[in-house]
């Protein structure tokens, strides 16, 4: 049963803090992503990465970074969180190739107070 | 740029059926369909990939038209557990593997 899994699923933060957010798939997959979702929103892609060390921004990168040091795992850094980062992550993974489905984390919910 | 969807809810009767609506602008490389429920992960639907593509599996189904702008899922003979917040994401020509989503439509299936 093929499984992406993320470390925490809430999460209350202070303003300034700095944040990690781990992401760990056991399927061999290359590419591994980072969304945000918000009510009335939909889901809004943060970074992706194709390979170990490689990412590519998405569409709101802004106050976000990431690290990719191993196949199996992604994170998601909150350099100096806000409370405008307050919001549900989703980590997905799939295999490279625009035909095959990305298969999504449990999500954690970020309060940044 | 991120595809429109419409409705932006929907509320059916068991056993009636809903059309989901998902268009862009721009021609399209791929459409692919979540289903996410409450206080879940979205979970894979179908991936078109041509122009004119139909696809189904069970009582779900989706089309992509020709010029590749617009695509539809269609949700026959509805259950209860089709219940959700229904999600486009499109990759856009050139093929990034980098989906954009819609900003969803939630179906409530009553019974």
């Known amino acids: 049963d093929v499984k992406v899994t993320q470390s925490s699923r809430y999460l209350v933060k202070r303003t300034g803090e700095k944040v990690f957010l781990e992401c760990v798939q056991d399927m061999d997959h290359e590419n591994m992503f980072w969304y945000r979702q918000d009510p009335g929103l939909g889901l809004r892609l943060i970074y992706f990465?194709?390979?170990?060390?490689?990412?590519e921004k998405g569409d709101i990168p802004e106050g976000y970074s990431v690290s990719r040091e191993k196949k199996e795992r992604f994170s998601l850094i909150l350099e100096s969180a806000s409370t405008n980062q307050t919001s549900m992550y989703l980590c997905?993974?799939?295999?490279?190739?625009?035909?095959?489905?990305?298969?999504f984390g449990p999500g954690t919910r970020l309060t940044v107070t | 740029q991120q595809p429109v969807q419409s409705p932006q809810a929907v509320i059916l009767r068991e056993g009636e059926d809903a059309v989901i609506n998902c268009s862009s602008s721009?021609?399209?490389?791929?459409v692919h369909w979540y289903r996410q429920k409450h206080g879940e992960a979205p979970v894979f639907l179908m991936i078109?990939?041509?122009?004119?593509e139909q696809k189904g599996h069970d009582k779900i189904s989706a089309s992509f038209n020709e010029k590749k702008q617009q695509s539809s899922l269609y949700l026959t003979a509805s259950q209860l557990s089709y219940s959700g917040t229904y999600f486009c994401?499109?990759?856009?020509?050139?093929?990034?593997?980098?989906?954009?989503f819609g900003k969803g439509t939630k179906l409530t299936v009553n019974p």
């Open positions: 997905a993974s799939s295999l490279i190739g625009s035909s095959y489905e990305q298969y």
């Open positions: 994401g499109t990759e856009p020509q050139g093929g990034s593997e980098k989906l954009v």
């Open positions: 990465s194709y390979d170990v060390k490689m990412k």
């Open positions: 721009k021609a399209l490389y791929s």
């Open positions: 078109l990939l041509k122009g004119g």
